[in-house]
């Protein structure tokens, strides 16, 4: 079982930044695929950016060019760097992980474990 646990949101105003933090209770090199999901009130969870081993990374259109994911492959943490945020980048995010899949991806099936997710609320 792998634990993961979310860290850094808060209530910003638009045009802010915020870096979200992902800690695993294993090495994130252990760890095939990390990815980044949200979920805005009254809407389903969405995908926002995706890492893998190999330095890959896919990104939402809606985030692409303000939100980056790095990953610590030394020790066990996943960031999320946001930017320029938008009200509309509001919601809970979640960390997932996936112990198999290879490829940057942003579907739920491809993920093993998800954490408790952290709010983020951008207000304009």
């Known amino acids: 079982q792998v634990e993961l646990v979310e860290s850094g949101g808060g209530s910003v105003l638009a045009g802010e930044s915020l870096r979200l933090s992902c800690g695993a209770s294993?090495?994130?090199?252990?760890?095939?695929?990390m990815a980044w999901f949200r979920q805005a009130p009254g809407k389903e969870r969405e995908g926002v950016a995706s890492?893998?081993?190999?330095?890959?990374?896919t990104y939402a259109d809606s985030v692409r060019g303000r939100f980056t994911i790095s990953r610590d492959n030394e020790g066990s943490i996943l960031y999320l760097q946001m930017n320029n945020l938008k009200p509309e980048d509001t919601g809970k995010y979640y960390c997932?992980?996936?112990?198999?899949?290879?490829?940057?991806?942003?579907?739920?099936?491809?993920?093993?474990?998800w954490g408790q997710g952290t709010l983020v609320t951008v207000s304009s």
């Open positions: 294993i090495a994130t090199r252990s760890l095939s695929c």
């Open positions: 890492s893998n081993l190999a330095g890959g990374a």
């Open positions: 997932a992980a996936a112990l198999l899949w290879r490829e940057p991806v942003l579907q739920e099936s491809a993920y093993n474990y």
